[in-house]
Structure formats: structure tokens, C-alpha cells
Nanobody, 126 residues
Framework: QVQLVESGGGLVQAGGSLRLSCAASGRTMSSYDMGWFRQAPGKEREFVAAITWSASFTDYSDSVKGRFTISRDNAKNTLYLRMNSLKPEDTAVYYC???????????????????WGQGTQVTVSS
């Protein structure tokens, strides 16, 4: 199995940028397709982005497409989420997740992923 630890969250003004990292330990991260989710207070956890193990395919929610970029460095066992043009509605706890099967039509759902990090808080002020 794999252990995931997110970092890089913080407080930023609207229009600013942040880069989140997700460090994997245990089994090598290259064995997994990966995703980022977020959860705002009082709301369900929602899909943000996903990437295959080889980075040959990426997918984004409509709300972040064109502003966020998911990437990975398998040699460093690290997943990234670059967030630009941040908006107050991006405020949430951000989680990385690892799936044990190849990305399919379910990869936008929480149930697809087997391993989760503890989350990192992102707060965007207006």
C-alpha cells in the first residue's frame, strides 16, 4: 500500500497562485493513477483533477479547467497541483488520492480511490 501526505496549502488572495504537493511513501507512486479532490465546509468531497501513472492522460473538473494543472514526478514519488487565478470558491481542504485500477469512467468519484492523504487547507481571500 501507499501512504500520502499533502503540503503546500495556505492563505492566498484572490488571483494568486499555490502549488500543492503530495508525497507518497511505501509502494512506489508509479504504480497508481492519482487524483486531487477538495472539500469545503458543509459540502461533499468533489473531484478536481486526475492523472494516469504515466501522465499520458489528465482530466479536470469544469470549475478548475484552464486554471489548475496536475502533474507528477514518479522519480520523486510526488504528485503536484498547480493552482492559478485562485478564487474564493476554491477555498477547501485539498486531498490527494491513489487508485489501484487504471483510470476509467469512475475516476471522478471518491469510490474509485483506495488511498487518501490527510488533506491540506487552501483559503482564498477576496
Amino acid at each position: 500500500q501507499v501512504q500520502l501526505v499533502e503540503s503546500g496549502g495556505g492563505l492566498v488572495q484572490a488571483g494568486g497562485s499555490l502549488r500543492l504537493s503530495c508525497a507518497a511513501s511505501g509502494r512506489t507512486m508509479s504504480s497508481y493513477d492519482m487524483g486531487w479532490f477538495r472539500q469545503a465546509p458543509g459540502k461533499e468531497r468533489e473531484f478536481v483533477a486526475a492523472i494516469t501513472w504515466s501522465a499520458s492522460f489528465t482530466d479536470y473538473s469544469d470549475s478548475v479547467k484552464g486554471r489548475f494543472t496536475i502533474s507528477r514526478d514518479n522519480a520523486k514519488n510526488t504528485l503536484y497541483l498547480r493552482m492559478n487565478s485562485l478564487k474564493p470558491e476554491d477555498t477547501a481542504v485539498y486531498y490527494c488520492a491513489a487508485g489501484t485500477t487504471p483510470l476509467n469512467s469512475d475516476h471522478r468519484y471518491v469510490r474509485f480511490y483506495s488511498y487518501w492523504g490527510q488533506g491540506t487547507q487552501v483559503t482564498v481571500s477576496s
